[in-house]
């Protein structure tokens, strides 16, 4: 079992930044573990932001979606078993509930996308953009 929990969600202007955590425990966590970033709206089906995936001769890899690329940044800190997800210039589109996720090391990147490629999930924190 592999538990995971979301914060830092709130209320920001567009243009403005918000840093979200995923605090990572359970008997089942390592750190080669994928971990990935999720958001979802009532109009929207769950949408893949950013993600993780361990190279075993590279150490860990970030992957974007095209959303995010060049606004957002993801990163784990293995010290604190945790993981970020810097956003900077937010606009309206960004507003969702926000997911991180875990999943054992992925084959390849395309594998990090998809939903139900993850086996563990967070109840979500709520990220709101005002225009």
């Known amino acids: 079992q592999v538990d995971l929990a979301e914060s830092g969600g709130g209320l920001v202007q567009a243009g403005g930044s918000l840093r979200l955590s995923c605090a990572l425990s359970?008997?089942?966590?390592?750190?080669?573990?994928?971990l990935g970033w999720f958001r979802q709206t009532r109009e929207k089906e769950r949408e893949f932001v950013a993600a993780?995936?361990?190279?075993?001769?590279?150490?860990?890899?970030?992957y974007y979606a095209d959303s995010a690329q060049g606004r957002f940044t993801v990163w784990r800190d293995n010290a604190e078993d945790t993981m970020f997800l810097q956003m900077t210039r937010l606009t309206p589109g960004d507003t969702a509930v926000y997911f991180c996720?875990?999943?054992?090391?992925?084959?390849?990147?395309?594998?990090?996308?998809?939903?139900?490629?993850?086996?563990?999930w967070g109840q979500g924190t709520q990220v709101t953009v005002s225009s």
């Open positions: 996720a875990a999943r054992p090391p992925a084959p390849d990147r395309s594998v990090l996308a998809r939903p139900n490629e993850y086996r563990y």
């Open positions: 359970g008997r089942t966590y390592v750190r080669s573990y994928a």
């Open positions: 993780i995936n361990w190279d075993g001769l590279i150490g860990d890899h970030p």
